[in-house]
């Protein structure tokens, strides 16, 4: 196993290069070095003097990808701002504060927020499902499917916009937005997770729901009926196991992303976490900072799919990765 | 299972607050003393003077950092009085005219803010005692007082290699020996601190330890506004060498981050991402409230306070707000003090009657909310690039004349007042020229009219018709939109920035304006990025733009016009690159003028130039709104300086009472929910026990 972790490991750093490669190339045929140092400096009797010398401070004064003057690749704005990046160094952005120090920062909020969202989302959808699953072919199987459709249908801005509007501004129950650290972060996180994991009830339901239907037609399920085993005990024990490689495909890959948050969510709630980090930057032109963040995105991407083919070997032994 | 009735018991004093209301997003800390609430979107990029230019940022720096001067509080027009200096400096003319001095003299007793920077052990810590720290103010604190060598630092610093001063260009152009000192330090500088008070500066000269003097190249009667601004705010040499100790960057810790002033208030949390707290500054000295303020503040109750000593407010909490939603809601709700009022909120908090007036809407007045409008010191514009063959007037003689023709019959077609009411819902004032109301050369009434554009007609301007436009464009070659010599229509190409969908509409609303007189607009709507270039290349028609004022002098308008300000030729702020040598010959004796009648006289002539030359359609002069709880007092709108906190009052218990009758929690609904829930189960459970009691299936 541990020469397969390597492997994957190694199969990872043309996949980063590539990303960062094409990462570099999208933000820099939006902005220029010129572009990143006006929106720093402002529009305001800001000086060509004053450019070059913000570009020349921020190694922004090279060529892009290919030096042509002294024929080199690692004279570019490219290399050196990617190279760090490997050894997890992201320097500091452009408005000069350090992006690890950040990242440290925002990244409990963003998890505060994605982990019960995560875990209580992902035992209500399997619930859901395993009730709709149970009374298959019911009326509560066609509304719970209905139900399902129509919560899919919906704009996650409208749980979001909806839910401030009920729970806060009618009902007064919670905080319409903002943060605090320690205890007081639940009431500020109660109403956006309790959306979250509405908003997604409806996808998730319908298609856990198709994974136990399809479980449930298998042979071994009408053995365990047969047994005279109780409905319940056949599917909790039996098809909830069984249907379980499926489930880890999609839950264990996100459980590394859940620690780059949530873009909207945590800018309707106020919530100072990494994806309005990535937002901000985006908006600022921060090159330093949306390099990093989708780099950090790609490492952690990578790891959760390596995740998912190590939890297999723990639910399913018959599988081996060599 | 039974867990989760006791996470619930203990989660629930959490969730329900230990006082005031559940949907309160304050802390018990937070609302200790007199405390200010309010809100910002953009986080701050800059908190060091010598580099903060923006709005985000000034509603912070101001507070904290004292220029030599400020704008008084309720005079208007704006009027510049001492702040931490004894009188306004006087230009003194030397070397026969050659330079300017200005001799400035500190008041003496003005203590900076405690801080960490003023104990001399706390510039030794080692990166180890730094990675411990979460914020500076958890190292022993000191202070000293202001000294004119802080203010001579910080105008060095305006020079500094490494730090970014977006005007440092500008006064390399004023500030004696500016510029070679910029080259000085690039040459000493190896990272680290770089002590300037080593390297001495030949334009800013120390006279004793509370008086230094300043010379300036030429004539500048501007600079004095310059210096209410931060760029001249006094920066003490120990918190640059403070902030230089390894290991602070990392933990961003930085002048830039954490200032340190002599302001009322000092920075004590700051978290740019979710909040910024102030608190009063302890070692502040008092000022008094203003005695004296417009006609009309007495009655308004912003004299009540006059003589007593400010701030009032003990702490100013900023909580980050990046959408509109949550942000007026909780204005509504009493979680904030006061609130600008965006396009989608007007309706349901403006009202405005036949005749004009403005006011509150019942819900508003309800509420005890009060309205506040100002017109800005800023203009927003169509331009129309000189440089172009068709609108431009580069070309002299005849085809100037046609050209000038067209951008007058444009500049009738184009309904300003309609664009206020439709886009704006009526925040705004049709732009009769370059002067924005409030500046000096500004005329109001008949006489402040551009007769080129408008008709004097029952007390009021009236646009001129739409036929006079049309003989403006028969005249310019292009009888119906075509023109004349090839038959060919007329298009114009207008270059703008998208922000949106809703951008549509208005896109819309400017190709009718230009289809009344049967041309046709292409929009040309890009980026900002794109569109600052275009701008900067010159390789535009006509482009939408604005200026907002640094200082109230028409020069700071009038300027935006002058030939060598050229935007195309010389990266100036002139962006429509309009030349006229008569009026430039008189914005060079116009700027340097103190106002006067003759002054006066001068910019009524640049103006009725601008105005047949038509290189703008005159635009707008945004009005602004905001609206504010009865509890808050003393607020008036201030478009040149944002150091307003200090003036301001909150009546705490008044607050506390409303905010308590307006967000009492509404429980039913809860109980709703799980009555709802358990009823939606009970089919299901029939179900179930039905199903598990069958003896078996029935046939397929």
Redesign the interface.
Known sequence: MLAYIVRRVLYAIPILVGVNLITFLLFFV???P??MA?????????????IE??KA?HGYDKPLLWNAKEKTLTKTIFFEKSVKLFAFDFG?AE????I???IA??MW?SLALAIPVFLVGLALNITFAM?MA??RA?Y?DFWGVVLCVAMMSISTLFYI?GG???A?????????????GG??A???L?LPALIAVIAGIGSGGRWYRTLFLEEMSRDYVRTARAKGL???VVLFRHVLKNAMIPILTGAVVVIPLLFMGSLLSE????I?GLG??TI?AIQ??DFAVVRSMVFIGSVLYIAGLLLTDLSYTLVDPRIKLE | MRILPRIFLI?LP????CEG?????Y?ETARRGMTLYSSFTE?P??LDPVQS??EDEARFTQQIYEPLLQYHYLKRPYELVPLTVLDVPKAREVEGGKFTVYDIRIRPGIMYQPHAAFVSENHSLGRERIGKLKAPQELPLGTRELVADDYIYQIKRLAH??L?S?????MNDYIVGLAEYAKKLKAADQGGWLDLRQIPLEGVERVDSHSFRIKVRGSYPQFVYWLAMPFFAPVPWEAEKFFAQPGM????F?L??WPVGTGAYMLTEN?P??RMVLERNPNYRGEPYPSEGEAEDRERGLLADAGKTIPFIDRVVF?????A???W??F??G?YDSSGIGSDQFDQAVRMSIEGDVGVTPEMEERGIRLSTSVATSIGYVAFNWDDPVVGGYQGGESAERARKLRQALSIAFDVEEQINIFGNGRGIAAQGPVAPGIFGYREGREGINPVVYDWVDGKPQRKSIEAARKLLAEAGYPNGRDARTGQPLVLYLDTVTRGPGDKAAFDWYRRQFEKLSIQLEIRST?W?RF??KIRKGATQLFRLGWNA?YPDPENFLFLLYGPQSRAKS?G?NASNYLNPEYDALFERMKNMPNSAERQKIIDRMVEIVRRDAPWIWGTHPKEYSLRHAWLSNDKPNNMARNNIKYLKVDTEKRAELRAQW????LW??ALVVLALAISAF??IL??RK??RMAARPAA
């Open positions: 939006v902005n220029t010129d572009d006006r929106m720093q400096l402002g529009t305001k009797r800001v000086t060509p003097d004053a010398k913000w401070d500091a408005d000069g504060r350090d690890a120090n950040e920062t925002r909020p009730f149970f009374f019911t509560l916009i401030q509007y009920i806060s501004k009618v009902w007064h129950l919670v905080p319409i937005s903002g943060y605090d205890f007081d639940l009431k500020f109660a109780a409905e319940s800018s309707f709630f106020g100072p309005s980090y901000d600022a032109q | 989660a959490f969730l329900v607050g209301a559940w949907n309160d997003p802390s986080r990029k800059h230019y923006t290699p490494r970014h977006p005007i440092g260009g500008h960057a990392e933990k961003n930085s830039d981050w978290n991402n979710s909580s980050r707000e990046k959408e939603i949550p942000y809601n909780k509504l709700q979680y980026d990025n600052q270039e640094d990266q702020e967000n009492k929690p509404v609904p809860i089919p299901a179900s179930y199903r598990e």
